[in-house]
């Protein structure tokens, strides 16, 4: 089973989390060739129609992954095959997707979740959508620049009711939220060590007895 699954919008903070998990906790973090080789993310952000194999990769890629950590019990995952339905049926409602080519990613993620159990502890990283505007512009990453504001407010607004979502797919037997909208968070020594400590709940026969 899969110990941790960290999800959130896009540069929420999520890879910080994940780090911070596999630094101090231990756990460790499935291997990035399991992502996006042929950057059809990259293409889709400069030609929608790019939108449905980006899609259809992104799940059967995650889902394999998915599978990959699910045989061992100390994996957490940076995203996941459960919000990659979030953003089909974004780019459905946006008219990147054909009602034939939607059909069929249906089709596929219901087939593909039959053999996915949830995660021990989901962590949803929250971030106001300025300070999402404001990482995404500092970290200058060309592609995503390129999408625009406008690309970026609907994909904040679809993923806000995330966790209402996902429990219509899965059992969520625990959720973490976590406000990481101070970027001076992950060097406020109190407030990860709350965060940690948090964590640590969860999985008492784990870290039962350490420090």
């Not at 903070?13 to 059809?40: A, H, I, Y």
Request: proline share 5%; charged share 30%.
């Amino acid at each position: 089973m899969i110990q941790i699954i960290v999800e959130g919008m896009t540069a929420s903070g999520k890879s910080t989390v994940v780090n911070l998990l596999s630094e101090r906790l231990g756990f460790q973090v499935m291997p990035e060739e399991f992502r996006d080789p042929n950057d059809l993310l990259g293409r889709f952000h400069h030609d929608r129609k790019w939108a449905f194999p980006m899609q259809l990769n992104f799940l059967v890629t995650r889902f394999a992954q998915y599978l990959c950590a699910s045989e061992e019990e100390d994996y957490i995952l940076d995203r996941s095959v459960f919000g990659d339905k979030v953003y089909a049926t974004l780019y459905y409602k946006q008219g990147y997707f054909k009602d034939s080519q939607f059909g069929c990613y249906l089709t596929l993620y219901d087939s593909l979740l039959r053999y996915v159990k949830a995660p021990r502890l989901l962590v949803l990283v929250r971030c106001p959508f300025d300070e999402i505007m404001r990482r995404i512009k500092s970290r200058g990453r060309q592609d995503e620049i390129d999408a625009g504001e406008e690309y970026w407010r609907l994909l904040y607004d679809a993923y806000m009711p995330f966790l209402d979502f996902v429990r219509t797919e899965v059992d969520l037997p625990n959720v973490l939220e976590l406000d990481l909208s101070d970027p001076a968070f992950i060097h406020t020594p109190e407030r990860v060590e709350k965060f940690l400590d948090d964590v640590r709940a969860f999985f008492p026969e784990r870290f039962e007895g350490r420090v």
